[in-house]
């Protein structure tokens, strides 16, 4: 501030200089101090001019430079919310991934299953077909032997309701896998 005002007095020094063929004209008028008085009193007031836009404007920068730390601040705290929020997709869609895994394996095995229950009956259905034939071999042949084929389909009987109950296991387990697939089904739905 006082370089201003020093420059100040060197700008009227020299203008003073300069002006000096005009004072000299005005001198009948005015008085030489008086003029200087002027001067002086013009300096003083456009040095506190200078002096109060200076403090304005220092305050100035220094509200927009707390404004910029406070802008940086939200920024930086966005910044890292926003790397939560891909870290939280990235594991989300990892999920959905196992998930989707999940469902690919409980359908192949409940596939695998299904075919195997198909085959049981089937084979179900040739056994019942068989001890139906066994049994009208039975009525139709010698009483000797009669005895001998009853153990047979007897035990034929057994192992037709030994199926019997390995088909119904495996129906019950295809109903559980299949409620687990409906699950998975839908938690997979919902996370998308």
Not at 7 to 24: D, E, Q, S, T
Not at 134 to 146: F, G, M
Request: charged letters at 25%.
């Amino acid at each position: 501030m006082i370089w201003v005002l020093y420059l100040l007095c060197m700008a009227v020094g020299l203008g003073a200089v300069r002006a000096g063929p005009l004072i000299n004209k005005m001198q009948d008028k005015v008085e030489p101090q008086e003029e200087v008085n002027v001067l002086m009193f013009g300096v003083i007031q456009f040095s506190e001019s200078l002096n109060y836009v200076y403090e304005t404007t220092e305050a100035k920068i220094a509200k927009i430079s707390q404004t910029m730390k406070s802008h940086e601040a939200t920024l930086q705290i966005l910044g890292k919310q926003t790397e939560q929020a891909a870290e939280v997709e990235k594991q989300m869609k990892e999920v959905i991934q196992l998930l989707q895994a999940q469902m690919a394996k409980q359908q192949d095995q409940t596939k695998m299953t299904k075919d195997r229950l198909a085959s049981m009956e089937q084979e179900e259905v040739e056994l019942e077909t068989k001890v139906k034939r066994l049994e009208v071999y039975l009525n139709n042949s010698v009483p000797t032997s009669i005895k001998a084929l009853q153990e047979r389909a007897e035990e034929h009987s057994m192992v037709l309701k030994g199926l019997q109950h390995l088909i119904q296991f495996q129906k019950e387990n295809i109903d559980t896998q299949n409620e687990q697939l409906s699950k998975l089904q839908k938690m997979s739905e919902t996370m998308t």
